[in-house]
């Protein structure tokens, strides 16, 4: 993004590190219903997500949201999935979701070693707001998995999907 990009829309993004590692525990005690364990936050500041993992900062340095993903290997294909992505309600309806997924989404299309072959995720079947989100950015409906959510309801994800040529 060039300086004037981040100038004209106020928005800047951090790499995820021990240091803003408590903001982003905060952000998500906000933003989702679930409490995320000290596994995923471990494994969030990894080296290999630092292009996939970051805090958005909006308007005089105010964290106002994160995207989170993670590396997966399945039949020898590499996937990225996005475990979260929220933004505060206040700045909602800003862009910021929308720039926050394509930095990820033009890291992932980048990255050579190891080439990323497509990028997945989860959506709540109730939150017909976000899967219609995911879609405008190229994400299509490849399945349902029943159950995927043990301690809220209603208990089925949407499963959605985008590719990299």
Not at 31 to 56: H, M, N, R, T, W
Request: aromatic letters at 10%; one cysteine or more; proline letters at 4%.
């Amino acid at each position: 993004m060039s300086t004037s990009t981040q100038k004209s829309s106020r928005v800047s993004f951090a790499s995820l590190t021990s240091n803003n590692l408590g903001t982003v525990r905060k952000l998500n005690s906000v933003l989702f219903p679930i409490k995320y364990s000290e596994k995923f936050y471990q494994g969030v500041l990894l080296p290999e997500v630092e292009d996939f993992c970051k805090l958005a900062v909006y308007y005089n340095d105010v964290p106002v949201g994160t995207i989170c993903c993670r590396l997966e290997t399945k039949d020898d294909e590499i996937a990225l999935y996005l475990m979260t992505m929220g933004i505060l309600a206040p700045y909602r309806s800003r862009s910021l979701g929308s720039q926050s997924l394509e930095l990820i989404l033009t890291s992932a299309a980048a990255q050579r070693k190891p080439k990323i072959n497509k990028i997945y995720l989860h959506v709540q079947v109730s939150n017909h707001e976000a899967k219609k989100f995911y879609e405008r950015h190229g994400f299509k409906e490849v399945g349902i998995h029943e159950n995927y959510y043990k301690k809220i309801a209603p208990h089925d994800a949407w499963i959605l999907e985008k590719t990299f040529s």
